[in-house]
């Protein structure tokens, strides 16, 4: 038997989707329950066993094992606003109601569930249009660990914005590196960002290779180091032994504290596919606010153009901090369109879209990625040019398969205490 999970929404007017929805789940979850019920044990091709898993409904209905495993979910979610998401297509209930007719379910079992199925096709009819935003609706309700927005939807939204801009990326990379400064208040940075397989679908389309604004604990700008002692000089900043080699003409240009890279423009399609990195180095970046708050290490990329994959790296030198809190997420609001400054989000503005996120260890080998040939020893020769030791430090990675237009992916260290580990 079920354990039905109360959602405190069964009262209320029909109007409402929330109140509507909760009805409608409870009888369509209730009905195809009874059904299940009612297949006989003989079902199963075994006397001892009634149909309890979805391989048994598998069997005994006749049905693909995909069909099985929804109709099993359906049957059994508790949460009826969840069950709402492993509903079938019409079609295939209609085979699993002729296939439980002829395993020998009862004809008011059969019926029950066929009148709950019309009931839910109408409220999703009615309020959502389509399954599709049905399941975005009813996922955003039942705070399902589901990932609403999912990665079909995600790869149209590529296409369809290639085909609008004009453009596409194949990956995008986007490393930080922290390693001690001159003094324990206060780190060395170096950030290398760029794209792999940038592709022009029409002609005199500028793309921007990066942008990006470094604050420091106080809200500061941060401005790249430059003097005859900097391996990465602002502007010229490209690693050009990872580049392509004949590269399309780059502007660079400052805007309120944002430091951009252009391409103006490359011959179209595969002819001027292009990759191009570069990199920047930032002294003196103070860590710890001086009034005593917590201190955050807080790294986001905003996606202003299309891209297929998206990687972004934090190396963080075992010298410096350790952070109590890691995490990612994916910030955006059609009330701020473009904006690049994840502090103007709030915690409304987080997209049902999951990253994924995790420690990968400490030291070069573990640097190393498919979706970025010669990733490892591009990096290496950074951190060589640096003087930095490759192996003092952790890797987070942080990646997403097709990111939003308009959207911000945002990692956060947060808690963090000096000292190494």
């Known amino acids: 038997m079920v354990e039905a999970l109360d959602r405190g929404v069964s009262e209320g007017p029909d109007g409402l989707f929330e109140v509507r929805a909760v009805r409608v789940m409870r009888d369509l979850r209730e009905a195809f329950l009874g059904l299940i019920e009612g297949l006989p044990r003989s079902a199963t091709g075994s006397a001892s066993r009634s149909v309890t898993r979805a391989a048994d409904l ?20 508790p949460d009826p606003l969840e069950a709402g998401l492993h509903v079938p297509g019409s079609a295939a209930v209609g085979q699993a109601l002729r296939g439980a007719r002829s395993a020998g379910v009862g004809d008011e079992r059969v019926a029950r569930a066929a009148r709950a199925m019309e009931a839910f096709e109408a409220l999703v009819a009615e309020h959502a249009g389509d399954r599709a935003a049905f399941n975005t609706m009813i996922g955003s309700l039942a705070g399902a660990e589901v990932e609403s927005i999912d990665l079909r939807t995600r790869r149209e939204a590529f296409r369809v914005h290639s085909r609008v801009w004009g ?42 290779i990066s942008g990006y604004r470094l604050v420091d604990s106080e809200s500061r700008p941060m401005h790249p180091s430059e003097g005859a002692g900097e391996p990465f000089a602002p502007g010229s900043a490209l690693l050009r032994e990872f580049c392509s080699p004949d590269l399309p003409e780059i502007e660079t240009r400052v805007e309120d504290g944002n430091r951009f ?20 180095v930032m002294r003196d970046v103070r860590w710890r606010p001086t009034d005593g708050t917590a201190p955050s290490h807080v790294r986001s990329v905003s996606i202003l153009k299309p891209i297929s994959m998206l990687v972004m790296d934090a190396l963080i030198h075992r010298d410096t901090f350790r952070a109590r809190r890691t995490s990612a997420r994916v910030l ?47 990096v290496e020769s950074v951190l060589g040019r640096l003087g930095w030791d490759p192996d003092a430090f952790d890797l987070y990675r942080c990646t997403l398969e097709y990111p939003l237009l308009s959207t911000t992916v945002e990692v956060r260290f947060d808690d963090l205490e000096r000292g190494g580990a």
């Open 332 to 378: 955006g609001s059609l009330s701020r369109l473009g904006e690049r400054d994840p502090g103007a989000f709030d915690e409304g503005d987080v997209l049902p879209v999951q990253p994924e996120f995790r420690h990968c260890g400490r030291g070069a080998g573990v640097l190393g990625t498919a979706h970025v040939p010669r990733y490892r020893e591009m």
């Open 167 to 208: 453009v596409q990326v194949k990956t995008f990379v986007a490393c930080g590196v922290v390693h001690p400064g001159k003094d324990a208040e206060h780190d060395d940075m170096v950030f290398i960002r760029g794209m792999r397989d940038a592709r022009w679908l029409r002609q005199g389309v500028p793309l921007q």
């Open 58 to 77: 598998e069997k005994a209905l006749g049905v693909s094992r995909t069909l099985g495993w929804q109709l099993h979910r359906l049957a059994t979610t």
């Open 261 to 280: 890279a252009f391409f103006r423009d490359a011959p179209l399609g595969n002819a001027g596919v292009t990759t191009v990195y570069l990199a920047d």
